[in-house]
């Protein structure tokens, strides 16, 4: 393995968007030479979308739309590296995204979880939605009280534990980790930093969430047989909770343009509380099942 690179990133991409070449960029501006494989999937041309902006970059492309588990499944076979890293199309690496991750699996990390910033910190539909979605896991929170995503895994993990479910519309990640022991749980670094390109438009953050809602509200009528008003109490019950994290989580203005989103987040909420009842009564396609 000496001179090979020890962290091969997969990035993942739906009908090759156009923010995938600056989510590939992020990866290649790393100061440590990495292994990196784009998994697209659902159409487009990704492969043509990196070859005219000038990246040397495998792509595997798949015409049938994936899960997030079958495109990682994908990004782990086509690479060889010992640790293996996720980016998602709509994120961006920060500065030393890679290097820290290695750090720990060097020190013998199985996993290393990633903390997120806000692409928009300044704009109060953007703060909402950052919150709304990733507010268990701004950087400024303790350990003991972040959600653990965006996870790097030691390869051998995948040959005692298996792969990614495939078939999980969402959750594939915590299914995943929920085979670990206890031990492995993701390191939490809030160094390792990834930022999300989050929603600006109050209209699309509204309709997004719902959606996200609705996913969640199916996901756990099939795995868990809820009925529609608890995960909707489950989700609103946030809105006593965001507050305290965006406090302890951000800091200086960050902070200040989080607070003063509070109201959108609550809009926000609800709307993914609503969505969540109605997944977890009809599913996510809108028929009864």
Not at 7 to 25: Q, S, W
Not at 34 to 50: D, F, T
Not at 106 to 126: D, E, F, K, M
Not at 276 to 289: C, F, L, P, V
Request: proline share 5%.
């Amino acid at each position: 393995m000496a001179g090979r690179p020890e962290l091969a990133v997969v990035v993942i991409g739906l009908r090759a968007p156009a923010e995938l070449v600056a989510a590939v960029r992020s990866v290649i501006d790393q100061n440590i030479p990495l292994e990196i494989v784009i998994v697209n999937s659902g159409g487009g041309n990704a492969q043509a979308l990196v070859d005219n902006a000038g990246l040397n970059v495998r792509v595997v492309e798949v015409e049938q739309r994936l899960f997030a588990g079958g495109a990682r499944n994908l990004g782990i076979a086509a690479t060889q590296a010992p640790f293996v890293a996720f980016l998602a199309g709509d994120c961006l690496a920060c500065p030393r995204w890679a290097e820290e991750r290695l750090h720990h699996h060097r020190q013998g990390a199985a996993t290393v979880a990633s903390a997120i910033l806000n692409s928009h910190p300044r704009n109060l539909v953007a703060c909402a939605a950052h919150l709304v979605t990733y507010m268990r896991r701004l950087p400024g929170l303790p350990a003991e009280k972040a959600l653990r995503y965006g996870v790097s895994f030691d390869r051998k993990l995948f040959d005692l534990y298996g792969l990614f479910d495939e078939r999980m519309a969402l959750g594939e990640d915590t299914d995943f980790m929920a085979r670990l022991p206890e031990a492995m749980q993701p390191v939490w670094d809030p160094q390792v930093l990834t930022i999300h390109r989050n929603e600006t438009s109050l209209f699309r953050l509204v309709a997004d969430q719902y959606r996200r809602g609705r996913r969640l509200g199916a996901y756990l009528r099939t795995v868990e047989g809820e009925k529609p008003l608890r995960p909707f109490r489950r989700i609103f019950r946030d809105r006593r909770n965001v507050s305290k994290l965006a406090k302890e989580g951000l800091s200086g203005r960050d902070r200040t343009f989080a607070m003063l989103s509070l109201p959108i987040v609550w809009l926000a909420l609800f709307a993914k509380s609503l969505g969540s009842a109605i997944g977890a009564r009809y599913g996510e396609k809108g028929r009864r099942q």
